[in-house]
């Protein structure tokens, strides 16, 4: 009878111990951040990822991929042989998605893109266990755009000439980012759109989206068009910021919208230095990212027991939705 009872503890033991391998509590998530320099990335999303893995009980080993491509690749590489069960990967370059995914299915892991989406057509379906967690980049232009679009055609003087126009200058941030592209696209075209021309006197096409540099260019703007300049459209509010600073120190004041709503951007929307932004829903993307690599990490479809939906257009996609941000509703976000 001893004997019957010991060996079905034994029995019993490994069953536990079985199921205990595909719980939640054994999950190690790999995971980088592009570079920790970046507002948004590091100011909203990681936090979340962070807070959110261990709400969810799983391991997030993250790491920085200080904006070097062959950093992030080494990274990877780590991250494979450490044995992680799922990556979680910003990719520093989105061309090159195509040598990550590489990595991950040689390993066999399940990777999660996030922020920035892959370029080169056709390679999300060159691995069955590659998902992307962002936005649709062309809804945040389209929503500034008609903001931007509303406020011009409420405010006659801001066309300073007269001539009907609008002479703009544009902070556009990393260039070949899906995002800046789209941004930069659409939120001009909701004025084109409505008949009015657009003449752009200035792009920063600089490849960052870093603050500083936006201020410098701002400052040569001002020195070049002075009050030539009717309209400030930045890609996001880290730049914005940049801009802003430049302007006080100038004395001048321009019509200014950034993208992502940081909290320093909504306080800057109270005092009308800035005059709006979108939200770019960092924590909800984060929150994504982490439920998908979860669900990967288990074998199980990536969005079962949760509240997003997939993409079923082949970008095998979640894409989390942009919201205006005013001065009629920024406290809101606060
Ligand atoms: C954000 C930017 C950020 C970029 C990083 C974009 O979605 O709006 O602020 O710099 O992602 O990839
Ligand atoms: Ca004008």
Same mark, same amino acid.
């Given at each position: 009878?001893?004997?019957?009872? +010991?060996?079905?503890?034994?029995?019993?033991?490994?069953?536990?111990?079985?199921?205990?391998?595909?719980?939640q509590?054994?999950?190690?998530i790999?995971?980088?951040?592009?570079?920790?320099?970046?507002?948004?990335?590091?100011?909203v %999303?990681?936090?979340?990822?962070?807070?959110?893995?261990? #709400? =969810?009980?799983?391991?997030?080993?993250?790491?920085?991929?200080e904006?070097?491509?062959?950093?992030? /690749?080494?990274?990877?590489?780590?991250?494979?042989?450490?044995?992680?069960? %799922?990556? !979680?990967?910003?990719?520093?370059?989105? +061309?090159? +998605?195509?040598?990550?995914?590489?990595?991950?299915?040689?390993?066999?892991?399940?990777?999660?893109?996030?922020n920035k989406?892959?370029?080169? @057509?056709? %390679?999300?379906?060159?691995?069955?266990?590659v998902?992307?967690?962002?936005?649709?980049?062309?809804?945040?232009? $389209?929503?500034?755009? #008609?903001?931007?679009?509303?406020?011009?055609?409420?405010?006659?003087?801001?066309?300073?000439?007269?001539?009907?126009k609008?002479?703009? $200058?544009?902070?556009?941030?990393?260039s070949?980012?899906?995002?800046?592209?789209a941004?930069?696209?659409e939120?001009?075209?909701?004025?084109?759109?409505? *008949?009015?021309?657009?003449?752009?006197?200035?792009? #920063?096409?600089?490849?960052?989206? /870093?603050? &500083?540099? @936006?201020?410098?260019?701002?400052?040569?703007?001002?020195?070049?068009?002075?009050?030539?300049?009717e309209?400030v459209?930045?890609?996001?509010? *880290?730049?914005?910021?940049?801009a802003?600073?430049?302007?006080?120190?100038?004395? =001048?004041?321009?019509?200014?919208?950034?993208?992502?709503?940081? !909290?320093? !951007?909504?306080?800057?929307i109270?005092?009308?230095?800035?005059? *709006?932004?979108?939200l770019?829903?960092?924590?909800n #993307?984060?929150?994504a990212?982490?439920?998908? &690599?979860?669900?990967?990490?288990?074998? =199980?479809?990536?969005?079962?027991?949760?509240?997003?939906?997939?993409?079923?257009? *082949?970008?095998? +996609?979640?894409? %989390? @939705?942009?919201?205006?941000?005013?001065?009629?509703?920024?406290?809101?976000?606060?």
């Amino acid at each position: 009878m001893k004997k019957i009872v +010991a060996l079905f503890s034994i029995m019993f033991l490994g069953l536990v111990l079985a199921a205990c391998q595909t719980t939640q509590g054994t999950i190690v998530i790999g995971a980088n951040i592009y570079t920790y320099g970046d507002n948004f990335m590091n100011g909203v %999303v990681r936090p979340e990822l962070v807070r959110y893995a261990a #709400q =969810k009980g799983v391991t997030l080993n993250i790491v920085d991929s200080e904006n070097d491509q062959a950093k992030l /690749n080494d990274q990877v590489d780590n991250f494979i042989s450490q044995g992680v069960d %799922v990556l !979680a990967i910003n990719l520093v370059d989105p +061309a090159a +998605a195509g040598t990550i995914i590489n990595k991950a299915k040689a390993a066999g892991i399940p990777l999660i893109l996030f922020n920035k989406e892959a370029t080169v @057509a056709g %390679v999300m379906n060159t691995y069955d266990k590659v998902w992307y967690v962002g936005t649709d980049s062309a809804e945040a232009g $389209v929503i500034q755009g #008609q903001m931007m679009l509303a406020d011009w055609q409420a405010n006659p003087s801001w066309d300073k000439n007269g001539d009907g126009k609008v002479q703009y $200058v544009l902070l556009k941030g990393e260039s070949g980012h899906p995002d800046a592209e789209a941004r930069t696209r659409e939120s001009v075209k909701a004025f084109t759109d409505a *008949g009015i021309v657009m003449e752009r006197l200035g792009l #920063q096409d600089s490849n960052t989206w /870093n603050t &500083a540099e @936006a201020q410098n260019t701002m400052q040569s703007w001002i020195t070049s068009f002075g009050n030539q300049i009717e309209l400030v459209i930045s890609n996001n509010d *880290g730049m914005a910021f940049g801009a802003v600073t430049a302007m006080k120190s100038a004395s =001048k004041v321009y019509p200014i919208y950034g993208v992502d709503a940081l !909290a320093q !951007a909504l306080q800057m929307i109270g005092v009308d230095e800035l005059n *709006g932004t979108v939200l770019n829903d960092g924590v909800n #993307q984060a929150r994504a990212t982490i439920d998908l &690599a979860i669900n990967a990490a288990q074998g =199980k479809p990536v969005t079962e027991g949760t509240s997003w939906v997939l993409r079923t257009d *082949g970008t095998k +996609a979640v894409r %989390v @939705a942009y919201v205006a941000v005013t001065k009629q509703n920024y406290q809101s976000f606060q």
